[in-house]
T-cell receptor, first 113, second 110 residues
Framework: DADVTQTPRNRITKTGKRIMLECSQTKGHDRMYWYRQDPGLGLRLIYYSFDVKDINKGEISDGYSVSRQAQAKFSLSLESAIPNQTALYFC????????????FGPGTRLTVL | SQKIEQNSEALNIQEGKTATLTCNYTNYSPAYLQWYRQDPGRGPVFLLLIRENEKEKRKERLKVTFDTTLKQSLFHITASQPADSATYLCALGDDYKLSFGAGTTVTVRA
């Protein structure tokens, strides 16, 4: 079984809709991250969490919110989706003691019409 | 603001040759630098980590160098194989997070 899973894998939604992307991990890591990837721009950090009570904004948090329901679960919400949020979204986990290597999920391809 | 630049052009090489990728950065003093591999439609996969006090790291056919004076890392794939075809991302890290470059796509011709 995959260590980091994301649901859904693909989603098409309409402008103005609320949508939630979910991430679960079995690696036992405290740190979790949400990124978006756009062609030519690389991965950009949206939010990160170092434990259940510690959530931090990344470089592009506007229009997004997150919830860390448990050590193993980290959800990303788009409160009112807009077309320029169309992208590939990745969740990742890491363990600082292991050099902070990040382990990525398979990604969610989100299209906002 | 910090900036991370990787080879802007895709790299096409013949099987058996060495691929060399560059990662340059400005306005940043990372504690370490990592390289990841990403296949189409998949999440990045960690390859190598090198810390600011290290000059070179090797893993099988991969070698990475880190020059904090030049603010540059070089990533080498020796004896390249078609299976090495992918996009390679460099990432600069501190105690809190990684910042990624846009990646360089490598295609190895048989």
């Amino acid at each position: 079984d995959a260590d980091v899973t994301q649901t859904p894998r693909n989603r098409i939604t309409k402008t103005g809709k609320r949508i939630m992307l979910e991430c679960s991990q079995t690696k036992g890591h405290d740190r979790m991250y949400w990124y978006r990837q756009d062609p030519g721009l690389g991965l950009r950090l949206i939010y990160y969490s170092f434990d259940v009570k510690d959530i931090n904004k990344g470089e592009i948090s506007d229009g997004y919110s997150v919830s860390r329901q448990a050590q193993a679960k980290f959800s990303l919400s788009l409160e009112s989706a807009i077309p320029n949020q169309t992208a590939l979204y990745f969740c990742a986990t890491s363990d600082l003691l292991a050099g902070d290597t990040q382990y990525f999920g398979p990604g969610t391809r989100l299209t906002v019409l | 603001s910090q900036k991370i630049e990787q080879n802007s052009e895709a790299l096409n090489i013949q099987e058996g040759k060495t691929a060399t990728l560059t990662c340059n950065y400005t306005n940043y003093s990372p504690a370490y630098l990592q390289w990841y591999r990403q296949d189409p439609g998949r999440g990045p996969v960690f390859l190598l980590l090198i810390r600011e006090n290290e000059k070179e790291k090797r893993k099988e056919r991969l070698k990475v160098t880190f020059d904090t004076t030049l603010k540059q890392s070089l990533f080498h794939i020796t004896a390249s194989q078609p299976a090495d075809s992918a996009t390679y991302l460099c990432a600069l890290g501190d105690d809190y997070k990684l910042s990624f470059g846009a990646g360089t796509t490598v295609t190895v011709r048989a």
